[in-house]
C-alpha cells in the first residue's frame, strides 16, 4: 500500500516569496510614460490613454503591469483592455475634441468644461442616481447608505470610495472624480446605524465603493465594530465587495496593518455572522499569481467566504471558454461563483457591450461545460430599475421566437422568479430595448413599477463591487 505522506504535497499554489514583489508604483495620467513596456506600443495607443484618460478615471500600479499584463499581447490583452484607456471608449467626436485641446495646449479652464460637457453626454448619472434608493430617517436623507431590495442595504464609507486601479468600464466612473456632487458616501455611520436598527427587514449590509479594501483596517474596524452592536441582531450578513484581489493581493500579505485587516475578518466571522467577500474576477489571468492564491488562502482561513461576480465585456472576457476557465479556477480556490453581469448603459458602454442574446449564448455554453460546483453562478443579469433581471434564453413560443426573462431581484419581491417574455432581438443591449412579445402593450411589472417609484424615474448603483 501507497503511504500517504501530506509533508511532500506539492505546494505550486502557496509559493509566494515577498522578495519577489514589486516595488509599489502608482501610475495616472501624470506619469503613466514611465512604465517601461508602453515603450514598446504603437505612439497612437500611447497618445489615446491620455486623451481618453482625461474623461475617465485612469489609475494602474506595478502589480498589474508587472504580474497581470501580457504585454506580447498588448493592446488586446484583457488586463491591458481592463485597466488602461482605449481608444474607441470615446466616440470620435468627442475623442477629437479633447485630442485636439490637448495638442494645442489649452487653458485647463477650457479643457476642464469640454470634458464636463463630454461625461454629461455619456448619462453619468442616470436620472436620480444620487437620490434614488437613497434612504430617509425622520424625514432625513441618509447620505452614503442605499436600500433598494428588502433584504440588502448598500453602505458605501467615505474612505473606500476609490480602487487600487480603475477598471475601464467601471460604472461607477463619476464616482472617482473630483466632482463632489457625484459622489455617494458617508462617515456619518451613527445615522446608518439609525436607519438599520428601525429595518429589521435587512438582513444584509454591502460595504462597498469604489473599494472598501482601500480603507486601513483601522478604519474598517470601526464600521465593523458598528455594525456587529447588539442593536442589530437581525443584520446577519456582511458583504464587502473588493477587487483588491486583482489588483493590489499585497494588501492581505505585505502591508503594515494586513494581519489587522485580517483580524477584523475574523471578528466578524467569531460574531456568529457571515462574512461575505464579493470578489470581482473578469479573466482566469487575474487568479493565477502566487500572490493571489496565497492572499485567498489567508482570507479563507479567517472563516470568510469568497464569492465572485463580473460583467461580460467585449474585449476582456466575451468568450465561453474564459468563463468555463474562470469559474473552474474560482472553485479549485474555494471561492464561489455568483453573478455574471451585463454591463449598463453608462459611460464607455457602446465600446464594452455585448447583445443580450450573446451574452446568454456565452453564458450557456460556459455553463455546460462545467460541473454543478460551479454552477451557482447566476446570470447574464442586468440591474435595471425595476430589478435585477436574468436573460433565461431564446426559445419558441406557438411558433414565435422569444426571449424569456426573469427577475432575480425586484423592486417588488412578488415579480422574483416569474418568467416573461420579450420579442426576439439580436441588437438589443438592455431590458429597455426590449419590447413585450405577444403583442401585449407592457411587461407584467411596468404598471406596479410607476407606482413604486413614483415621483423619481429612474435607476439605481448596481453592487458589481
Ligand atoms: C445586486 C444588488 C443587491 C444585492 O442583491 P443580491 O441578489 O442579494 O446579491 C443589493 N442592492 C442593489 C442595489 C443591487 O444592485
Ligand atoms: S468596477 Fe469596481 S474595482 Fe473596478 S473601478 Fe469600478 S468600483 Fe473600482
Known sequence: MQKCDITNLPDAEFSFIPENAPKFATYTLKNFRNIQQLKHLPEDVVSAIAVVGHVFPFKVNSYVTEKLIDWGNAPNDPIFTLTFPQK???????????????????????????????????????????????????????????????E???????????????????FRWPQFGENDDL?????????????????????????????????????????VLALLSEDLPHIRTIRIGTKTLTYWPY????????????????????????????????????????????????????????????????????????????????????????????????????????????AWEIFKEAYQHVSGICRTVRGPSMSTNPGKVQVMGVCEVNGQKVISLQF????????????????????????????PAFGQESFFYEEELAELTKPIEDDCLEAVC
Not at 440588502?152 to 467601471?170: I, N, R
Not at 418568467?419 to 443591449?429: D, I, L, T
Request: net charge neutral.
Open 152 to 170: 440588502t442595504a448598500l453602505f458605501f464609507p467615505s474612505e473606500g470610495q476609490s480602487c487600487h486601479a480603475y477598471c475601464t468600464y467601471c
Open 88 to 150: 474607441g471608449m470615446l466616440l470620435p467626436h468627442h475623442y477629437e475634441i479633447v485630442q485636439a485641446l490637448l495638442a494645442e495646449n489649452a487653458p485647463k479652464s477650457k479643457l476642464a468644461k469640454a470634458i464636463n460637457q463630454i461625461r454629461e453626454e455619456l448619462n453619468p448619472h442616470p436620472a436620480g442616481q444620487l437620490e434614488f434608493n437613497v434612504p430617509k430617517l425622520n424625514g432625513q436623507k441618509i447620505d452614503g447608505l442605499q436600500h433598494k431590495y428588502n
Open 251 to 358: 494588501r492581505f500579505l505585505t502591508e503594515k496593518d494586513s494581519e489587522q485587516l485580517l483580524d477584523a475578518f475574523r471578528m466578524i466571522v467569531r460574531s456568529g455572522k457571515h462574512l461575505a467577500l464579493m470578489t470581482h474576477f473578469n479573466h482566469p489571468v487575474e487568479l493565477e499569481t502566487p500572490e493571489v492564491a496565497e492572499a485567498i488562502q489567508r482570507i479563507r482561513e479567517t472563516g470568510a467566504v469568497i464569492r465572485t461576480q463580473s460583467p461580460i465585456i467585449r474585449g476582456i472576457n466575451d468568450d465561453a471558454k474564459i468563463w468555463s476557465a474562470l469559474w473552474k479556477r474560482q472553485v479549485s480556490l474555494g471561492l464561489v461563483p455568483y453573478y455574471m453581469f451585463i454591463p449598463r448603459d453608462t459611460g464607455a458602454q457602446h465600446f464594452f457591450r455585448i447583445s443580450l442574446v450573446r
Open 183 to 223: 459622489k455617494i458616501a458617508t462617515n456619518q455611520i451613527e445615522n446608518v446605524i439609525a436607519y438599520l436598527k428601525h429595518h429589521t427587514e435587512i438582513s444584509d449590509v454591502l460595504i462597498t465603493g469604489g473599494d472598501p479594501l482601500t480603507m486601513s483596517a483601522k478604519s474598517l474596524s470601526k464600521y
Open 408 to 435: 432575480l431581484q425586484g423592486r417588488n419581491p412578488d415579480w422574483v422568479l416569474r418568467p416573461f417574455f420579450a420579442e426576439f432581438s439580436e441588437s438589443a443591449f438592455w431590458l429597455s430595448e426590449l419590447s
